[in-house]
C-alpha cells in the first residue's frame, strides 16, 4: 500500500535551521530552558517516585550551521515518556545526554534537570511517618568525547547558635538552614546518602509531622548540637573529602536568621 501524500509532498517546506552560516561562530549552548515536564525518578533501589522537572537541553551547534531543531529537543523527553522507559536515574542520565547529540546530529549537548525529590522520614520518638521535600538538580554534560555529571541536593535543617546558647543564662536562638551540596562523583552515590550526610551535621534534622514528644526530642537536641554557618559547611566539606566516591564538591549553607532580617552564609569548594 503506497503511503497517502503528506502536506510537505506537495508544498516543500525549506528546513532553514539546517542551512549553513558564513560567520564561523560555533555556539557552545543552544536549545530550550524552563521545559517543565513529569518524569519518574528513582534513587539508587528505591521505588521509583513521580515527578515534575525543569528541564534545561542544549547541544553544541557547530560554526557552520545555522540552528537546531528546538523542537527536537521536547520530543526526546516526550518520546521517553511515551515508550515507558526505565525511570530517570543519577546512573541513566548520560544515556538520555547521548541519545540527545544522535537526535540532533551535534558534537555535544547538556542536560539540567531539577525537581522535588521526596524521602519519607519516621519522627523520632513516635515514629509517625510523613514526606519531607529537597530539591534535587542533576547535570549532565557530554564535549570533546569526555562526559562529566553533578548532582546537586538542596538539604533544609535546623542550626542553633553557639554564641547565643554561651551567652544566654537560659534559651538559645535557633533558625532554619539550608545545606546545598554540588557534587561530582567517581562512582554514583543516592541522593538519600548525600542528604544523611548533610543532616548529620546540622543541629537537628527536619520531619514533616511531629507529635509533642518528638518536639521535644528535636529541640534537646537542637541544643545540645549547636552550630555556626562556619560549622554546617566544614563538617560536610569534612565527610565529603575522606569519602573516595567523590571527585569534587561544593558545600553552601544559609542560615535564615530568626534574630537579624539577614541571612548568614558559608562555602567551601574543592575540585570542581
Sequence with gaps: MNRPQQPQDIFPIADVQSASDDRELAIDDVGIRGLR????????????????????????????????HMSRLVALLEARTAAGEPPLTVRNLRNLLEALVVLLDAPGGRIELAFPFFIRKSAPVSGVASLLDYEARLVGELAGGVYRQTVAIAVPVTSLCPCSKEISEYGAHNQRSLITITAREQEPVSLTEIIRIAEAEASCELYGILKRADEKYVTERAYNNPRFVEDLVRGVAARLSEDSRFDGFSVEAENYESIHNHSAYARISRGL
Excluded: W
Design 37 to 68: 515536564y513529569p518524569l519518574l525518578f528513582a534513587d539508587a533501589d528505591d521505588p521509583p517516585q513521580p515527578t515534575i522537572a525543569v528541564c534545561n537541553v542544549y547541544v553544541r551547534l557547530p560554526a557552520e550551521r545555522k540552528g537546531t
